[in-house]
T-cell receptor, first 114, second 114 residues
Framework: AQKVTQTQTSISVMEKTTVTMDCVYE???????LFWYKQTASGEIVFLIR??????ENATVGHYSLNFQKPKSSIGLIITATQIEDSAVYFC???????????FGDGTQLVVKP | EAAVTQSPRNKVAVTGGKVTLSCNQT?????MYWYRQDTGHGLRLIHY???????EKGDIPDGYKASRPSQENFSLILELATPSQTSVYFC?????????????FGSGTRLLVI
């Protein structure tokens, strides 16, 4: 069974608006780590933001923030005031504390239009 | 700055030939990973390592071997390359000891097996 699921294949938004990308995960571990990465058009994979399962406060970095809903096993990425350069593929990932494997979702393509 | 360097960036190999993809990290991370990414898909784990001398199978290890001769270097070996192994390969390293640490990815190796 897939551990990390991103149901949105592609999203298109207008510049300067807010977008939310969904991600649900599956784990039996009580402790785990959640990540969002961005893959640019050149193929580079860049770390954006991280949420540790034991932290109740949603992580925020710049114009990225997370909506962590632990009971729903959900970790949404929110990008506010989107810019053209935010256009990329966004990957959600999870690492369980019991092992070092990292599981990735299939990604969501974000297109930001002027 | 901590970095993960992959070589070569591009490789064309002949079916049945041996291919070695190299990865070097200056992060002093214990954990290293090899993923492949196929068009329209996320990252699938091939092999990973906890440290020098260790290799572990990921989700799709068949047809691949890995070698971790030192903390800094982690190689992926295709003993008998096949066209189905045409893909983009990413190496990553990471430890989660610090609160906002993450996994760093190399720039990828584009492999074409003809």
């Amino acid at each position: 069974a897939q551990k990390v699921t991103q149901t949105q294949t592609s999203i298109s938004v207008m510049e300067k608006t807010t977008v939310t990308m969904d991600c649900v995960y599956e784990t039996q571990d009580s402790s785990y780590f959640l990540f969002w990465y961005k893959q640019t058009a050149s193929g580079e994979i860049v770390f954006l933001i991280r949420q540790d399962s034991y932290k109740k406060e949603n992580a925020t970095v710049g114009h990225y923030s997370l909506n962590f809903q632990k009971p729903k096993s959900s970790i949404g990425l929110i990008i506010t005031a989107t810019q053209i350069e935010d256009s990329a593929v966004y990957f959600c990932a999870m690492r369980e504390n019991s092992n070092n494997r990292i599981f990735f979702g299939d990604g969501t393509q974000l297109v930001v239009k002027p | 700055e901590a970095a993960v360097t992959q070589s070569p960036r591009n490789k064309v190999a002949v079916t049945g030939g041996k291919v070695t993809l190299s990865c070097n990290q200056t992060n002093n991370h214990n954990n290293m990973y090899w993923y492949r990414q196929d068009t329209g898909h996320g990252l699938r784990l091939i092999h990973y390592s906890y440290g020098a001398g260790s290799t572990e199978k990921g989700d799709i290890p068949d047809g691949y071997k890995a070698s971790r001769p030192s903390q800094e270097n982690f190689s992926l070996i295709l003993e008998l390359a096949t066209p189905s192994q045409t893909s983009v390969y990413f190496c990553a390293s990471g430890d989660l000891g610090q609160s906002n640490s993450d996994y760093t990815f190399g720039s990828g190796t584009r492999l074409l097996v003809i």
